[in-house]
């Protein structure tokens, strides 16, 4: 009998993944996350979008909505791993929530419908998990509609998001008889009959035979190219083994050289249980992700994945349910128990963690302790906010946190009873505490309270959620969008004397600027600030002083108090005082030298303008474009798709208030319509963008 006790015990993180799914909105990720829960045993009964039956989509407004609107953690197990899954939104009015579930995963799966391929917000969730070095498979959902083409996403893949996919699977049928795939890797047949859960392996069908040996070829070729190992066994063998091909396509996913691609029909329960494979077979552990870098006293520090290390964890979530105030983190290094006191590195404040929860959507499971790599909820951290990092009093440390998206529309709030203000002020207190991407402010003209978010849905979501959760009537005005201010022709040589003595240390400060607007080139940047200064004419600690008083100044602009942007300043000269001159004096001209600089420029106001990705009917298509037309909308291209046209606009945000219900009008219901954002635009004259002097 063969003894095991020199046998190596594998590491427990090497069995973990933690992973989200991408997609455009109704690419079909919500059934997809059911059907994973349901071919794990974690759930007893497959979830349907439609009937509102779902697990991760527990909210009452998404399954009003029938779209996920919060990111939903789920836990599960696959061949003796544990998955933690977070199902993210897939409307662009979310994308934060997006945002700050990539900033904790460290793989993910992006689900394309197969028969629209690459969708707008399909693109900008791929390029969220870019900024984020998220390693990828894709899973082309839906073959089993009308017009569905796995070659044709492929390619959609290939060019619009700038990336090699590694194709895994044939199909075998189409449409309606979609029925399995044959996996390349393995060389084998797949075939789901009926409702079946899980699939037959058979051989290749003899007609797909050729066909699979030929992908297998490309396949093998394609790897080969981006994998050493790979490469040497192709040259020698002219070919590459299973055990080969595995592991190389799980380094090459790891480095984002290439994306393994399977695809299925989620609603039919065609593809999951090879699309779990897949998972626990290239996506890679925390053990195979870099160490968390942080920062303390100014100084970079690294954390690796390990249980025994000083624990670091980072808070990507806030919510408050009926088990009291949840803050969502992702463990980096060390172990936490009930009971723990951490530190939120972030306010210097230290918290007790009361109970740790497993998530399950919205249900939790208490645990003992949390370790590296784990997905939890805790109780009893009362401040810390979404950012924040909890780590060991005695090994401090701050993780960079996910940005928040700039808000771009805004709406009026107010209590319709007056006894109720002070509740809807706790309840906007709550509401930006949970979600950053949402900001509470005063018009300054009007005294109002305005809630500013990324879109109007957004907008309707945390009205109605106010209203749900906290039983108060609110009157809401009508959107608002955010407009900003630039420089079309600027000025030279502008002079302002800061000169001010009321007895004491006075305050003395010249500075001499020139402004502009910034060239393509410099991005979309607010303000680049530059110094000419010679002779020492203006001391380096005033020059950073200026700059600071120059980003004051951008705060409102001369057309209607907007934000400005896309400013170069050159700070050219100035002139000191060898006692009143301080940091203070300069600030003070920077700003008000950059305001005068303003006034006397030329200006010009900008709207923010979204691609608008319209799906209609082709009897309907003159009727849409028409109206497109008259939201000022730019069209840029159109596609027909079996029966229906999918036209794609540049359209002011400004324009699309209410565009949902007139879309249907003009459709008969038919219509659909989705969003991207794309920046900012010179808005019209009669939004006050004439450029003026």
């Known amino acids: 009998m063969r003894s095991n006790l020199h046998r190596p015990v594998p590491d427990p993180l090497a069995r973990v993944r933690n992973l989200g799914i991408l997609a455009h909105v109704d690419a079909g990720k919500t059934t997809a996350t059911e059907r994973i829960l ?91 998990a870019d900024r984020y070095g998220v390693p990828r498979i894709a899973f082309v959902n839906k073959l ?63 007609g797909l035979r050729d066909e699979a040996q030929r992908r297998r070829r490309l ?38 050289a290439g994306v393994v691609t399977l695809c299925g029909s989620a609603y039919r329960n065609r593809g999951i249980e090879p699309l779990l494979d897949a998972v626990v ?15 303390w006293d100014g100084g970079v520090q690294e954390r690796t994945a390990d249980p025994a290390a000083p624990f670091a964890a980072l808070v990507f979530k806030v919510a408050t349910t009926g088990n009291g105030r949840l803050t969502y983190l992702r463990v980096y290094s060390g172990t936490i128990g009930k009971g723990a006191t951490v530190l939120d590195s972030r306010t210097r404040r230290t918290e007790r963690v009361g109970r740790i929860l497993r998530i399950q959507a919205d249900r939790h499971t208490e645990v003992e302790r949390a370790s590296a790599g784990d997905i939890v909820a805790v109780v009893g951290v009362k401040a810390a906010g979404t950012g924040a990092t909890l780590c060991a009093p005695d090994a401090p440390l701050l993780l960079e946190a996910a940005g928040a998206a700039e808000p771009v529309v805004s709406v009026a709030v107010e209590a319709r009873r007056s006894t109720d203000t002070e509740r809807l002020a706790s309840a906007l207190f709550r509401l930006v505490e949970e979600d950053p991407s949402l900001t509470v402010g005063a018009d300054p003209e009007t005294g ?39 420089v079309v022709r600027g000025v030279s040589g502008l002079l302002y004397r800061h000169v001010k003595q009321d007895g004491g240390a006075g305050q003395y400060a010249h500075v001499m600027i020139d402004v502009e607007p910034l ?4 991005g979309d940047a607010d303000l680049v600030f ?62 008000l030298a950059l305001r005068e600089a303003l006034r006397a420029s030329e200006m010009a106001l ?48 400004a324009e699309l208030f209410g565009y949902a219900t007139r879309l249907r009008s003009r459709t008969q219901g038919r219509g659909t319509f989705t969003t991207r954002a794309t920046g900012y635009a010179p808005a019209p004259a009669a939004a006050g963008g004439v450029p003026r002097r």
């Open 519 to 522: 060239t393509a080139d410099s």
């Open 281 to 295: 077979d290239y996506l890679p552990a925390p053990l195979d992700v870099p160490p968390v870098r942080g920062t």
């Open 530 to 591: 530059a110094s000419t200064v010679v002779g020492g004419r203006v001391p380096r600690e005033y020059v950073r002083a200026v700059e600071a008083g120059c980003r004051d100044a951008l705060a409102e602009g001369p057309l209607g108090g907007h934000p400005v942007t896309g400013v170069r300043v050159t700070l050219t000269d100035g002139a000191t005082h060898s006692k009143d001159s301080s940091e203070l004096a300069f600030r003070t001209a920077g700003r």
């Open 448 to 486: 109002q309270t305005v809630l500013s978010g990324l879109g109007e849905l957004h907008l309707e979501v945390a009205v109605e959620k106010i209203r749900r959760a906290h039983g108060l009537e609110v009157a809401v005005g009508r959107p608002q969008v955010a407009y900003r201010e630039t």
């Open 144 to 206: 089993d509609r009308a017009g569905a083409d796995l070659d044709a996403v492929v390619e959609s893949i290939r060019d619009r998001l700038r990336v090699t996919p590694l194709v895994v699977h044939l199909p075998i049928g189409r449409e309606d008889g979609f029925t399995g795939v044959v996996d390349l890797v393995r060389m084998r047949a797949l075939v789901w009959s009926g409702d079946a859960q899980s699939p037959v392996e058979q051989p290749v069908p003899d």
């Open 38 to 128: 349901y071919a794990t045993g974690s759930t007893y009964k497959r979830g349907e979008v439609h009937d509102g039956t779902t697990v991760t989509d527990c909210d009452p407004q998404e399954r009003d909505r029938g779209i996920t609107i919060f990111s939903a953690a789920v836990s599960c197990t696959w061949r003796d791993h544990r998955i933690n899954l977070i199902d993210t939104p897939g409307h662009v009015d979310f994308s934060d929530e997006v945002e700050r579930s990539l900033r904790v995963l460290d793989g993910a799966v992006a689900v394309f419908d197969g028969v629209a391929g690459v969708e707008p917000q399909s693109e900008s969730v791929w390029r969220q």
């Open 606 to 653: 900008l709207e923010p303008v979204v691609e608008v990705t319209v799906t209609v009917p082709g009897d309907a298509v003159g009727a849409v474009l028409g109206d497109l037309a008259a939201r000022r909308g730019q069209v840029t291209g159109s596609v027909l798709r079996a029966d229906t046209v999918v036209v794609t606009a540049t359209v002011p945000l």
């Open 219 to 256: 396949l093998e070729e394609a790897v080969a190219e981006r994998h050493p190992v790979a490469l040497d066994e192709f040259c020698a063998r002219s070919s590459v083994s299973t055990s080969t091909l595995v592991s190389a396509l799980r380094e090459v996913t790891r480095t984002g």
